[in-house]
C-alpha cells in the first residue's frame, strides 16, 4: 500500500507530502474542491500531456505517443475509479451524522491510499513504455529536473525561519480543510494550529529521502533490467515507496499520522449543525459531478464500440 509521502505521476520525478499533510488534505484529492470539477477533469488529460512534456525534448512521435497514454489511463480513471470516488464523497458525508472515530478517519484515509495504488498499478504498462523510449538526453534532462526541484525546494526550506514555516503550514492546512468543510471558526482553526504544533518536523529529511528514491528511480532507468524486473521495480517504486525511506523518518511520519487521524476526528466531531449541513451538500454535490463524468465516459466507450 502506498504510504502517505508518495505523490504524483508517472516519469518526471517523485514529489513527497508529508503523511500527516496529505491525510488533513486529502479528501480534497477525491472529492475536488472545486465549484467547475467537471470542466476541470474534463481538461485533465490535456494537463498531464503538458506537465509531462515540458519537461523533455520529445519528438514527434514520443509526443503523439505520450497523448495517446494519458488518454487511455484518464479513460479508464473515468470509467472505473470515478464511481469509486462518488461513493468515497457520500460515505465521507454521512460519517457526518455520527460521532467520527480516529478509526473512521483511519479508515477513510486507507481507502485514499487505495484510490492512488490503483491509479499507479494502472499506468505501470504505460510508464514502462515510455521510460524505456527515452534518449540518454533525455533521461539527462529528467535528473537535471528532479535536482531542480529538490534544491528549490531544499532552498525554500532552509531560507525560512521556523516561525514562517509554521505560518505557512497552518495558513495551507486551514485552508485545505475548508475546501471540504467551509468556513472554519476560530476554535477550530485553533485545534488545527494546537494539532499542527505537536507534530514533528521531518522537512530536511524529507528531502533526503526524496534523493534517495530517485537514485533508485535513475539508476532503474539507466539500468534497463529485462522488462519483467523492470516492472516488477517500476512497481515498487510507484506503489511502495516507503521502502525507500530511513527507519527514523517512517517512525516520525507514523507519529504524526497517528495526531493527524486524532485532529481530524476532533475537527469533524466539533462542526456545528450549520457547518455540517454545508459540509454534506458540497460533498454530495461532488458525488453527482463524479457519477455524471463516469455515466459520460461510459456512454462515450458505448458509441466507439457501436461504431466499430
Known amino acids: 500500500m502506498t504510504q502517505a509521502n508518495f505523490s504524483p505521476v508517472t516519469a518526471v520525478s517523485r514529489s513527497f507530502s508529508r503523511a500527516a499533510i496529505l491525510l488533513l488534505l486529502g479528501f480534497s484529492l477525491v472529492v475536488g474542491g472545486c465549484s467547475a470539477t467537471r470542466t476541470v477533469y474534463n481538461n485533465l488529460d490535456w494537463v498531464v500531456t503538458w506537465y509531462l512534456a515540458r519537461h523533455f ?11 495517446e497514454m494519458v488518454v487511455r ?16 464523497a457520500r460515505d465521507l458525508a454521512d460519517d457526518l451524522d455520527q460521532p467520527v472515530s480516529p478509526d473512521i478517519v483511519r479508515g ?4 485514499l491510499l487505495d484510490f492512488w495504488d490503483a491509479s499507479m498499478l494502472q499506468i505501470i504498462p504505460d510508464t514502462y513504455l515510455f ?13 537535471e529536473e528532479m535536482e531542480k526541484n529538490n534544491q528549490e525546494m531544499y532552498d525554500e526550506y532552509s ?30 482553526k485553533q485545534l488545527v494550529r494546537d494539532s499542527l504544533a505537536d507534530m514533528e518536523d ?15 528511480y535513475i539508476e532503474l532507468i539507466r539500468e534497463k533490467p529485462p522488462e519483467d524486473e523492470y516492472k516488477k521495480r517500476l512497481t515498487s517504486l510507484y506503489v511502495s515507496p516507503r521502502g525507500y525511506d530511513e527507519p527514523e523518518f517512517q517512525a516520525r511520519v507514523d507519529r504524526n499520522l497517528e495526531r493527524a487521524v486524532a485532529m481530524m476526528s476532533d475537527l469533524m466531531n466539533s462542526l456545528t449543525p450549520k ?10 454535490k461532488y458525488a453527482v459531478d463524479f457519477d455524471r463524468l463516469a455515466a459520460q465516459a461510459e456512454q462515450a466507450q458505448t458509441a466507439v464500440s457501436e461504431v466499430g
Open 57 to 67: 525534448d520529445l519528438d514527434k512521435e514520443q509526443k503523439a505517443d505520450l497523448r
Open 159 to 188: 531560507g525560512s525561519t521556523p516561525e514562517e514555516r509554521e505560518e505557512n503550514r497552518n495558513r495551507n492546512t486551514i485552508k485545505g480543510i475548508e475546501r471540504i468543510f467551509g468556513k472554519l471558526n476560530e476554535e477550530q
Open 131 to 143: 521510460l524505456t523510449n527515452l534518449t540518454d538526453e533525455q533521461v539527462d534532462q529528467m535528473i
Open 73 to 88: 489511463n484518464m479513460d479508464w480513471h473515468r470509467r472505473t475509479q470515478l464511481p469509486l470516488y462518488a461513493d468515497y
Open 108 to 111: 477513510r484515509y486507507i481507502q
Open 202 to 216: 521531518a522537512s530536511e529529511e524529507w528531502v533526503e529521502n526524496r534523493r534517495r528514491w530517485q537514485s533508485a
Open 275 to 284: 457547518q455540517r449541513e454545508k459540509a454534506q451538500k458540497r460533498l454530495r
